[in-house]
């Protein structure tokens, strides 16, 4: 679920960033063959969630993650609110994301002072709910006055969080839990063209100009995703565990997958 706010419409960053965001998502979005489903919300903040929860409860029973859009325009660090569960898929994709983009995470901690993801967290609900954003609300002199306006927020300054948030939901579409075909011991992965016949045709570097080129990354890479295939763990779990890049475990999850080695559980 992707929402926004639009309550204060004089406010820059705290209100228009995520506005301005919440509608280019939608565009995008529209317009993509999706394996999941995105729900996009806009109201007021609090009651207009609040009457959206009320008219839409049962519905919102099927939501896996949300995202709150606001503070996203400002001049500081792209960062993020953790949700109240912050091992979610949600959370995990916005980290891997950050480390890509940012290579660094700036967090803060889930609090109740927010906007609407204490009502989509509520115990009925339980919608683990992030917030990227670009100084966060509390956090700049400029929150709630007169200086939250257009010579704060630039076009540059937008595109930064939402190039994060495009990057959450491409890691968020590519993500599978799965397990292994063979349980009780490892493929041999040179039958199937996944491993040098010989020392010399290993490449030492990740050059991915080739994408039949097996390197060395690669290989560690399948044998970290075979190791992790019991069908408790997720791509981005096995990413985040290993410290191997997303793009990398996806990749050679592909080539394994492609020779039926693995098997998709969710």
């Known amino acids: ?12 960053n705290d209100c228009i960033s995520g506005v301005i965001i919440w509608i280019l998502l939608l565009k995008i979005l529209k317009n993509c063959a999706l394996k999941n489903n995105y729900r996009f919300v806009i109201g007021p903040e609090t009651i207009g969630a609040i009457a959206y929860i009320h008219e839409h409860h049962r519905a919102l029973k099927h939501v896996s993650g949300g995202f709150v859009i606001t503070t996203a325009g400002g001049t500081g660090k792209v960062g993020y609110k953790k949700s109240f569960n912050d091992t979610s898929e949600v959370d995990r994709a916005t980290r891997e994301a950050l480390v890509k983009l940012n290579g660094e995470i700036l967090s803060y901690p889930f609090s109740l002072q927010g906007s609407d993801e204490r009502q989509y967290s509520a115990p009925g609900l339980r919608i683990p709910t992030v917030t990227i954003t670009k100084d966060k609300y509390y956090e700049y002199k400029e929150y709630h006055t007169s200086l ?5 927020v630039t076009s540059s300054q937008l595109m930064e969080t939402f190039s994060v948030y495009v990057k959450v939901i491409q890691y968020l579409e590519q993500n599978v839990t799965y397990k292994s075909r063979t349980p009780y011991c490892e493929p041999h992965l040179g039958s199937l063209g996944l491993y040098p016949t010989t020392g010399g045709a290993i490449n030492p570097t990740n050059d991915k100009s080739d994408a039949d080129i097996i390197t060395t990354d690669d290989i560690k890479a399948m044998t970290w995703i075979l190791f992790y295939g019991d069908g408790k763990h997720d791509l981005l779990n096995v ?24 098997q998709e559980t969710r």
């Open 239 to 262: 990413a985040q565990l290993t410290g191997i890049p997303f793009e990398s475990i996806y990749l050679n999850y592909r080539r394994l997958e492609k020779h039926s080695l693995l």
């Open 1 to 12: 679920m992707i929402t926004a706010y639009s309550c204060h419409p004089s406010m820059a």
């Open 148 to 152: 939250d306006n257009l010579d704060f």
